[in-house]
């Protein structure tokens, strides 16, 4: 996933990828699976931050991101002022 400059933080990263784990989840995919540059640090937030489960693993100048598409108990009204902004 990639977002333009001009629009990053603003929400729409996380908006998109909770769109893509709810859709997954409904086709029965579990985990997600990412690798983010180790100095993306702003995307690995986005995963930290999206209200699902996530493991990262780092490897030299790589982040490995594991994200489990069943969503967290409060993850909805965590990301409700998010997805308006987005």
Do not use: W
Not at 39 to 58: A, D, L
């Amino acid at each position: 996933m990639e977002i333009a400059d001009a629009v990053q933080g603003k929400g729409l990263g996380t908006a998109l990828l909770c769109r893509l784990a709810d859709a997954a989840n409904e086709l029965g995919i579990q985990v997600l699976d990412a690798e983010v540059l180790a100095e993306n640090r702003r995307m690995i937030q986005v995963f930290r931050n999206c209200g699902y489960p996530v493991k990262v693993h780092s490897l030299p100048g790589v982040e490995l991101v594991e994200l489990r598409t069943a969503r967290a108990a409060k993850a909805p009204k965590t990301l409700e002022p998010r997805n308006k902004a987005a």
